[in-house]
């Protein structure tokens, strides 16, 4: 699956089969679900590569202080990049790594 077919599945009713928790999340983020999308991100705090996840959804939010932890957290910089140029490469990432 690439970028393209996984966006397209955000007009379902729910995400592919197979997907881990990370790309879950994002595809409950695309369809507006922020509140399942953290909750989801929340259960694998302890896993640093959700950290960059969780740094995306208190952007949205609008609470820097908390995403520049969760980017610290992910050893990442904080990002200016649009919202929806992160959450595609956050999706083409973990696609990268979705073992099915």
């Not at 994002?26 to 909750?39: E, F, N, S």
Request: aromatic share 10%; glycine share 4%.
């Amino acid at each position: 699956m690439d970028l393209q077919e996984f966006t397209l599945t955000t007009s379902q009713n729910s995400p592919p089969a197979r997907l881990g928790p990370a790309l879950e999340a994002l595809w409950y983020l695309r369809r507006g679900d922020w509140d399942r999308a953290h909750v989801i991100v929340q259960a694998h705090e302890d896993d640093k590569s959700y950290a960059v996840i969780h740094a995306h959804l208190h952007r949205i939010e609008g609470d820097l202080a908390n995403a520049g932890y969760w980017y610290r957290r992910a050893g990442r910089k904080t990002t200016d990049a649009a919202l929806e140029e992160e959450w595609k490469a956050l999706v083409e990432h973990f696609l990268s790594e979705n073992v099915s």
